[in-house]
Structure formats: C-alpha cells, structure tokens
C-alpha cells in the first residue's frame, strides 16, 4: 500500500522512526472485521450461542467483537438483516461506549451517517428518552435511515441541518451531543483507498476550519453539566488537539473529562501542536493500528460546568390523524397485529406517512425532518401499508401472522430477492422471521407469500 508522501514526513516527525515503523507495519496488515451486537435485539451471550463464528470481545464495547472466522459473509447473513447486529470497525465503537448514554435522555449526533454510532446510541438508550440524528449529505442520510430501520430504533429522529440551525432551533437541551466529525479521514488509509488519493496537507487545513465550525454549534446544544465527544478517525494533530484546544479556549464553560484506561489507548498529544496545547488534553484517547487491534481514531470528553437550567423545548402542538387514515391503520392492526404497538396520542401523520413520536418528541416544525421517530407506514389507496421499519421493531407476539425459517431456508432466500412461495394460510401480511428475528413483511394472496423486502435490502442477498 502506498502512502502519500507527505503523510509518511509527518508522521514520522510526530512519532519517531522507530515508532513510525511499528505504525507503517501495522498498516500493511489486513483490517480486522468488527461486529456489534444489537442489545435492543439479544444479548451479546445470547448472540455467541446462536452463531458458531469464533467472536473475541473488543476490551472497550462490552457488546462488540473482532469477527475471527473466515469463511462468514456477516454483510450478506439473514442475521445482519434482521439487525441482530451492526459491521463497525473496532475503534470506532469507542466513541458512543464512552459517551455513555442512558435510558430516557436526550442526545444528538451532529455527523450521524450512515449510522454506526447511531445504532450504537439507540442501543444503548434502549429505546427510551429522544435521539435525534443529523447529517448534511441526503444519500448517506438515506443510509442512516435504512439503518435505523434494520435496527428496530424507534426513539430516533433523523434531521438534515446544518449544526448552527439546529444550535438556534434547540438551544442547549442535550444531556449528551456526539460529534464524528468529517475529517481527513487519515486513520482509514489502511481500509479505504479513496482517503489515501484525497488526502493533502490543506485538506487538513480545511477539515479543522469545518470541525471548528461544527464545534462551535454543538458547545450551543449541550446542556448544563451534559456532555460533548468529539471524535475523528485522523492522526493530524490540527483536527485533534488542535480543533480542542482552541475550542476550550473559546469555550470555558466546557473541561476536558479523563475517560476510563483500556489497555492500548494512548493519551493525547498536545505537545504535538505548535504552540503546545494545554495538559489535560492527555486526557483525550488516541487509538493506533500499532497500538489496537482497531483503524486509527480520536476521541475526547468535554463536560459543560453546571449552570442554570435551560428553557424546555417548544412541546409540539399535536395535530389529530385524520379519522381516514386512523380508521385504515385500526383495520390493518385489527387485522394483523395482537396488539397496538403504540398508544393512539403518539401517533402523527406526516404527508402519507404514519409515525409513533418519541414519547416526549418537542416540536419540530421548521426543521427539515427526514424521520419523525418510529415510521409505522403508509396511507395509500384506501388501506395502510406497513413500513419495513414496523416489521424489525415489532416482536414476533405482536403478529397475528408469522412465517419462521433457519438462517439457510430457501425460502428466505427468495424473501430477500423479492419473489413469492408457496405457504398455505390466512389472506393478508404475514411477518417473516429468520428463527424468532423478524426480517420484514411478505403478503399472503391464495395460498402464495408475496415478499414486500424494501428494494435496499435485497442486496443483502
Ligand atoms: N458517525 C458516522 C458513523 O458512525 O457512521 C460517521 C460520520 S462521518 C465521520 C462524518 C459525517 O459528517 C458525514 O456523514 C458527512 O456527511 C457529515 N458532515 C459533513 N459536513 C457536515 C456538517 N457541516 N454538519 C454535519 N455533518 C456534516
């Protein structure tokens, strides 16, 4: 593998050549593969009985694992698109294990897509309290989306804004705010070529002037005594330290927090910077392919001091569903579900789109929402279609109507290509499980299974 040239000059300036060569060494190893498990789902004990791939735990992420096997194509497993877990390289399951999110508050993730630390939050959060996810770029933010779904969070509102609109639109209300920023993306050069042939010293530069902006915002989000990880997957000082240490000179109200010791975690390198940045910045995580088994990052905690309680959010005005469309939805629970899933003054219409908000959702008028919570279905030629995101966060008793199958079925082979089989029962939707997971809808017509798999997901298979 080639590296630029310029990269090779500075790194070896920062760590020195006998350090620089274990770091050059480590980058001509294969990436490892990293699995989390999704604990809205299973537990990660339950997951090592279910699959006989061999999975070692990653020190920091109770619920992640080094994939070790080989012969497993964990992208293309029914098991993957049940959401049972997500592929997330090592280190970056750092980032939301030591943000540390808890059951019932509200966090945001400025730079969420496509959603790996996301998913991780909303696991974590296990569905309770607000997660609002955002991000810029609409077709990584349909990504985001899709993994959400797969996922069953229904907590999760995902807006696309840029960070100073939603600093104004909310005001500092977040227990806890993540910031994956967009970065020169150095600490992916073993895994991602494009990072190698994109990347130069002024992208670097300019990465900085963008991660200081997105910052800025995000100090106006965080509330009182919440807290700020900012994180990146590059080595370049001026997008770590760098970006920090100016951020905790314009920010006073904000102190750098020391995070727990994993073995292989290394301290922060303020005396990196010119001139050097201030000493707790050791107290920031850097994570090196020599050092981890793991892609390089950066992570560091800041706390905002205690201060005055914030204004509540603007609570939403709710607006009734349309008894048309409530009527369609009641049909379609009556008729296939053994329960509401959701009670009746969660439930809001957007366009055709029928949502369960998060129970203390604020309103969100003005903002440009891409989900509004847990996406139900939708009402179209007089009847309700469920989504696919219902299906994966339904349990299998909610359904009238189930289908099981193991992983290997052929059956669900041809659930994931879009086709139809043979399956004698009663007329209507039938929830498609592999095992006890469900994978999505498929539709019974005369004794013959129609599957209704989003186009996104068929090339799972
Ligand atoms: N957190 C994501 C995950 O774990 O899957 C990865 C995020 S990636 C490192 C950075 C993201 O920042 C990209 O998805 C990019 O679209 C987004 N981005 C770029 N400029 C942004 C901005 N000004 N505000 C918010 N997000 C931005």
Redesign the pocket.
Known sequence: MTLPSLFVQRMQAFLGPEEFAAFHRALQQRPVVGLRVNTLKISPTDFLRKVDWTLEPVPWCPEGFYLRSEDVRPGKHPYHAAGLYYLQDPS?MAPAALLDPQPGEWVL??????????THLAARMQNQGLLVA????PR?LRELAHNLDRWGATHTVVTQA??GRLARFFGPVFHRV?V????SGEGMFRKDPKARSTWSPSLVQRCAQ?QR??LKAAAHLVRPGGYLLYST?TFAPEEDEGVIARFLDEHPEFEVVPVPHVPGFSPGRPDWLQPPGPETLRHAVRLWPHQVEGEGHFLVLLRRREGPEPEPARTPRRRAVPAEALRFYRAFVKETLTEDPVPQERLALFGAHLYALPPDAPDLKGLPVIRWGWWLGTVKKGRFEPSHALALALHPQQAKEVVAYPPDHPHLRTFFAGGAWSSPGPEGWVLVLVEDHPVGWAKRVQGRLKSRAPRWLRRWE
Request: aromatic share 0%.
């Open positions: 970056a993730d400025l730079a969420a897509a496509p959603g790996g630390k996301t955002n991000d810029v770029q990584r840029l960070p993540l994956d920023a967009p970065c963008m902006g997105i997957c």
